[in-house]
């Protein structure tokens, strides 16, 4: 069964500890922690410290995607922040087996992220050694925009490489994930939904958690 990861950019910060432990009862499997700089995306969204501080909050593993310039000034930080899973995008640095290494090295699962417009050929030489893929169906840190269809051709593409070589790697797809495209998402080839306002913004999180992983 597909996974869900709530993205807690959705969610309401003045009681961030209550909507984390809302969709931890929900059903949620993992947390989805986008971290922007203001850079390498327009927003800026919250760093290490806001991280660690819910890290007792919640059994959840902490799925922590860097949108950030750089990250490899900061991936200590996260690290000792509680990220479970470490995902940088593959567009922010020139040292991308590198970084992976070093996540590796601090006993952390390495992810990497694609934008878009990215093609899988600029990760092929990492698959080895990463746990996690993410597909980004939107261009990042940009609100209001639709699911881009065509991502759907790449997740599939990338099941088929993942299967082919044998690999251990989860896909992850984020970017206006909802019911109406859920199933979808999930025939490409997607293991992990990510899913912000479509968990946060009902009134029944639980409820929509339950749909999302039974749209296959």
Known sequence: M???APSILSADFSRLAEEVKRVEQGGADLLHIDVMDGHFVPNITFGPA???SIKGKTKLPFDVHLMIEEPEKYLNDFIRAGADILT??????VHLHRLVSHIKSQGIKPGVAINPSTPLDAIKYVLDDIDLVLIMSVNPGFGG???IPRILDKI???RSIVEQNQYDILIEVDGVINEDNASEIIDAGADILVAG???YESPNPEDVIKRLKNNN
């Open 2 to 4: 597909v996974k869900v």
């Open 156 to 158: 599939s593409e990338l």
């Open 197 to 199: 306002s479509a968990i």
């Open 88 to 93: 940088v995008h593959a567009e922010s640095t």
């Open 145 to 147: 925009q639709k699911f």
């Open 50 to 52: 806001v991280i660690a």
